[in-house]
C-alpha cells in the first residue's frame, strides 16, 4: 500500500496515525511472509544436503599405514591381498618397512618382504629400516630385517651405520655388533670407513687448490666448502680453507655462517679455529640468531659470548683483545649427539633433520623413565641432572597435524584423524592455531627437558619439523607476549579429566624453563579445585577456568561451584568423586557421607 505524502500531510492527525499504523501493520505483515517464503526455500535446498551421506574415502596408501601403525594386521593382509603396493614410498622417502621398524610390527615387515619391499630401501636421510629399528631398539625388528639380508654397513647422510644408533648393552647392540663379527668386520674397520669421508674432502680440496680453483666458490644455496667443512667438524679441512682465503663470514642463502652451523652442530673446535681467524659472532642469519643463540651445547655459548664481549669491547676500544684465551676445547664433545660425529659432506639443510631426528629417537635403554610430576606438576628445571640422557619419542610431523588444511572437514574426517592420530600416541592436533589434546592416560616420553628445548624458537614460529605439542602454544603465547606487551591467556576446555590441568602443568614447565634455564622451582600454588568450562555446557551455564601466567604465579579460579550440586543431563561431575566412590574403603564412605545412595546420585 503506498500513500500520497502529499495527501497525508493534508489529513486530521487521528486518520494520519490510523493510516500510518495500519501501513506498518502491512510493512511487517509482508515482511514476515516474505521470511516464511525464504525459510521454507532454505530448508527445501537442504533437505536433500542433508539426506545424501557423505562418505570420506582414504587412499590404500593411507589405511595401510594407518593399519601398520595399529598393528591391525588383518588389514595389512587384505590390503595386500588386494594389490596394494608393498614398495610404496612415504612422503619422507622411506618405505612401508620404515614404518614397520618405527611401531615394531615385526609381522607386517615380514609380509612385506614376501612380497618384495626392498630390505635396504633408504628415506630422504638415508635411512635404512635397521637404522630406524636400531634407534627404536627393536631387537627382534634388527633381527628379521639382518636374516632378510639388510646391508648393516648403509651409512646415513650424517655417516652413521645403524650400530651407531643403538643403545650400548641393549640387544639390538649386541645382534648388531654379533652381524658385524660374522662379516668379519671389526669397530676399528668401522671407524676407518667413517673417518675416509673428512680425507676425501681434504685431498678434493688440496687438488681444488692446485688446480687454481677458488676456495669461496658456493653451491645454489649459497653453501661454501667452508660451511661444509665447518658443519661437518672436519679441521683439517677448515685450517687449509681458512690458511688459503675462505671467507670466515661467508653467508649462505639463510644469511648463516659457517660459524653459525660449526655452534649449532656442536663443532667446539672449529668454533675455536674460525674465531682464530677473524669470524664475527655478532652477525644474524635469516632468523636473527647469532652464533650463540643456536650454540649446541653451554659450553660453545659460553665460547660465543665471551667472543661476543671482546668484539663490542673492540668497537670500542681498537687496541682491545679480539678473543679471550682461555680454551676448553676437550671438554665439548660429550655433549654432541652421536650421530653428529665424524659425519659426512651432505647438503647442510639435510641436517637440521638429523639433529632431530637423533632427538626424536633418542631413546636409552635403561635411562630412569621420566619421573612423575611433583604435586604441584612443576619440576624445575634445576631438577634435571645436566647430561642425563632422558627419554624422548616424538613421532615425525605428518600432513594431519593441522587438521585445517585437510580438503574437507566434517565430523567423520575430523573424528577418523583424530582417533588415528591417538592409535599413534600423537595426541596433539591444531585445527589452525587451536590446539585439541586427546588425554592419552598414560605417560608419553614428550614432556622431558630435551623435548621442551627443541620448542625453543627465537621468533614464535613453529618449526615445521617439529610435531603439535603444547610446548608450542606455550612458545607462540611467549612471543606474542615479548612482541605485543600485553599478558596472555590460554583458554583450556574440555570435559572433567580430558587433561586440562596437566596441560596447564606442561605450559608452566615450559615458560619456566624459558624464562629461567638455568632452575628454579616455582611455588606450588596450583590446586584442583575448580570446575571447568565443558564441551557441552554453553558459555552461560558456566564459565571457563581461567588461568593467567604471570611469570612465577599461577591463579586458577573456581568459577563454577553449580556444578557440585546440580549436574546437568549428560554431565559428569568432578573427576576425584568418581575416584573416591570407586576407591574408597567403606569405612571411609561413611566417614565424608557417602555411603547412602543419595551421594551415589549426586555423582
Ligand atoms: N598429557 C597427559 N599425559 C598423560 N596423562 C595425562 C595427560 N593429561 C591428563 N592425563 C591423565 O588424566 C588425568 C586427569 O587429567 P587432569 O587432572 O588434567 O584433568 P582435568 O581436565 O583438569 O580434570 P578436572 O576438570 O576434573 O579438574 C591426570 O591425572 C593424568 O593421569
Partial sequence: MEIDQCLLESLPLGQRLRLVRRLRCDQVRAYCEREKVLQRQGSARARPLIRRKRKVQFGSSDIIQDAIVRHDNKEVVRLLKEGTDPSMLLPSGGSLLHLCAR??????????????????????????????????????????????????????????????????????????????????????????????????????????????????????????LLHIASANGYSDVVSLLLKNGADPQAADNTCCTPLHLAAKYGQAHIVNQLLLHGADPMLLNGAKDKPSDIAATDWIADVLLKAEACWEERLRDPTAPSLPTENHYEEVNQDVPPSLRNSLTFPISKRDGLLEKDIMFRDVAGAPAPQPSQENGIEGPSSVVPGKLEQVKLVPPAPSDDLASLSELTNSSLLYEMQKRFGNDQIYTYIGHILLLVNPNKDLPIYSTVVSQLYLSSSGRLCSSLPPHIFSSAERAYHMMMQERQPQCFILSGESGSGKTEACKHIMRHLASRSCPKGFMLEPKMKHVSGDFTLHRRPQQGLPKATWYTWTQLYTYALEKSRLCSSAPHQHNFNVFYMMAEGLSAEERGALCLACDCAQTQI
Fill in 103 to 224: 611401531h615394531d610390527n615385526v609381522f607386517a615387515a615380514e609380509l612385506l618382504m614376501e612380497r618384495g619391499a626392498d630390505v635396504n630401501q633408504q628415506d630422504e636421510d638415508l635411512w635404512t629400516a635397521l637404522h630406524v629399528a636400531s634407534a627404536c631398539d627393536s631387537a627382534d625388528m634388527a633381527l628379521l630385517l639382518l636374516l632378510a639380508g639388510a646391508n648393516i654397513m648403509l651409512q646415513d647422510i650424517n655417516g652413521n651405520i645403524p650400530l651407531d644408533y643403538s643403545t650400548e648393552g641393549s640387544e639390538t647392540n649386541y645382534i648388531l655388533l654379533k652381524r658385524l663379527e660374522e662379516n668379519g668386520v671389526d669397530l676399528s674397520t668401522v671407524q676407518s670407513m667413517k673417518m675416509q669421508q673428512p680425507s676425501t674432502m681434504l685431498s678434493d680440496v688440496q687438488y681444488l687448490l692446485t688446480t687454481g680453483g677458488s676456495v669461496n666458490q658456493c653451491n645454489d644455496e649459497g653453501v661454501t
